[in-house]
C-alpha cells in the first residue's frame, strides 16, 4: 500500500513539472519582443508578434487603396489592391523578423477567390467581337479592309499570372492579362490578291410586300462578306441555310409547278437570281442553275434562278488563282451582288438568250454566254434550259 501511494505521487510531481514547464514556456513565448526590425518600412522593433501584426495592419491600410492597371494591350481599367483581393503579407512578413531580419520588404499576398470574382465582373469591358475582312472601293481602287480577332480575357490563365506577378513585386502597378483570340472566317489572308470588280448586278425589291422583302435582306445578309477560295464552288443552299421559322424566315408566295402558294422564305429566289447574274458576268463556270415555272420581272427572261433546299441549288465555281469576295447589300430597294477578285484580262461578257413560246403561257429558253478578248470569241457556252409553263393570271413569284 505504501509504494503505490509512492507510486501515486511521483506521477502527480511529474505531471506538475510538466505543467509548470509549459506554462513557462507560454510565459516565454508571450515575452518574444521583434529585435532591431523594420517591415515594410515601419519600425516594430520590441513590439511582440501580434502587436506587429496590428502595427502593421493599421499602417498599411491605405496601400491597399492604390490602384493596379489591368490591360489586354489595347484596353485598360485601374482597381484598387483590396478589390482584387490584394493583401500584405503580414504573417510571411513577421515570421522574417522573428528570424533576425532587419529589414523586410513589403510583400502581399493575393486572395484567389477575390481576384477571380473581379476578373469575371470587369471581363466584358476586354471583350471584342471578331470582324471579317472586307473588300473595299475607294474611287477606282479596290482594296483589302483588315479583319479583327476576337478577344476574350481567359479568366484562369489572368488569376495565375497575376498572383505570381503581385506576389512578386510589391511596386507591381500595372498588370498584363491574358488574352484568348479567335480568327473571324474570314481573315486578311483569306483575301490576298484581290484588287478588282469582276462583276454586278442589282434588282428592285418592293417594299409593299414587306414579309418577302423581309426574307430577302435575311438571305443578302448570309451571303454578303462570303469568300469563296480557289477552286471552292459557291452554293446558295449552303450559305443561305435552312428556310425556317426557327430561322427568322417568313411565309410568302412562291412558285410550284406553275401555281403560286404560301411558303417559307418567299423571295429569296431573287438574291439568288440576282447573285447568279453577276457570276454570269463575271465569267464564271455556273456548276447548278435552276430557272422558275413562271417568268419573272426582276431579271430577264432565261436568267432567274431558283434554289430549294434539299432538292436544288444554285451554284458556281472559282476557277480564278484568287480568292473570290461577295459584297451584297440591299440600299434604297435594291439587292445588289458584286463579285470582287484579281483583275483579269479585258474582257466582254454577253448572256444571249433564245425562247420559243409554245403555248400563251409555256415558254422555253436558252441560256448562252459568249466571252471575248481583244474582239475575239474565246468561249460560247449554254448555261442552262428553262421551262416556263404556268397558269394564267399569276403573280411574280
Given amino acids: 500500500m505504501k509504494e503505490f501511494i509512492r507510486h501515486i505521487g511521483f506521477i502527480s510531481m511529474m505531471v506538475g513539472a510538466v505543467a509548470s514547464s509549459g506554462a513557462m514556456a507560454q510565459a516565454g513565448a508571450k515575452d518574444v519582443r521583434l529585435k532591431n526590425a523594420m517591415i515594410a518600412g515601419i519600425r516594430v522593433s520590441g513590439l511582440s508578434p501580434a502587436q506587429a501584426k496590428q502595427r502593421l495592419r493599421r499602417a498599411l491600410q491605405p496601400r491597399l487603396n492604390q490602384k493596379i492597371v489591368l490591360s489586354d494591350g489595347v484596353r485598360r481599367i ?16 513577421i515570421a522574417q523578423a522573428e528570424q533576425g531580419k532587419t529589414q523586410t520588404p513589403l510583400h502581399f499576398t493575393v486572395d484567389r477567390e477575390t481576384l477571380v470574382r473581379a476578373l469575371k ?19 477606282e481602287m479596290v482594296q483589302v479592309q483588315p479583319g479583327q ?44 490578291g484581290i484588287n478588282a470588280r469582276l462583276a454586278s448586278y442589282s434588282a428592285w425589291v418592293n417594299p409593299n410586300e ?12 448570309s451571303i454578303n462578306g462570303k469568300a469563296i477560295l480557289p477552286g471552292q464552288v459557291y452554293s446558295q443552299n449552303e450559305t443561305v441555310g435552312i428556310r425556317d421559322h426557327n430561322h427568322g424566315y417568313l411565309t410568302a408566295p412562291i412558285f410550284e409547278k406553275g401555281k403560286i402558294m404560301d411558303g417559307i422564305g418567299g423571295g429569296v429566289s431573287l438574291a439568288t437570281g440576282t447573285l447568279c447574274n453577276a457570276a454570269l458576268l463575271a465569267g464564271l463556270p455556273i456548276v447548278e442553275f435552276h430557272t422558275h415555272s413562271v417568268p419573272v420581272t426582276y431579271v430577264p427572261l432565261g436568267r432567274d434562278a431558283t434554289v430549294s433546299w434539299g432538292a436544288f441549288d444554285m451554284k458556281f465555281k472559282n476557277n480564278t488563282s484568287t480568292p473570290i469576295y461577295i459584297a451584297y447589300k440591299c440600299v434604297n430597294n435594291r439587292a445588289k451582288a458584286i463579285l470582287y477578285g484579281a483583275k483579269p484580262p ?37 448555261i442552262g434550259r428553262s421551262n416556263y409553263d404556268w397558269k394564267p393570271a399569276h403573280p411574280e413569284g
Fill in 121 to 139: 465582373h470587369d471581363a466584358p469591358h476586354f471583350e471584342r467581337p471578331a470582324r471579317n475582312a472586307r473588300i473595299v472601293e475607294a474611287g
Fill in 346 to 382: 479585258p474582257q466582254k461578257v454577253t448572256l444571249t438568250v433564245n425562247s420559243h413560246r409554245l403555248a400563251p403561257h409555256h415558254i422555253t429558253a436558252e441560256l448562252y454566254r459568249t466571252i471575248k478578248r481583244n474582239g475575239k470569241i474565246v468561249k460560247k457556252e449554254l
Fill in 210 to 221: 414587306a414579309k418577302r422583302a423581309h426574307n430577302i435582306r435575311l438571305a443578302i445578309k
Fill in 149 to 192: 480577332d476576337a478577344e476574350k480575357i481567359d479568366i484562369e490563365a489572368s488569376a495565375k499570372q497575376m498572383i505570381q506577378t503581385l506576389e512578386g513585386a510589391a511596386s507591381t502597378r500595372m498588370v498584363r492579362l491574358a488574352v484568348d483570340k479567335k480568327s473571324p472566317v474570314v481573315s486578311t489572308a483569306a483575301l490576298k
Fill in 78 to 93: 485601374a482597381k484598387t489592391r483590396r478589390e482584387l483581393g490584394v493583401y500584405p503579407a503580414l504573417d510571411s512578413m
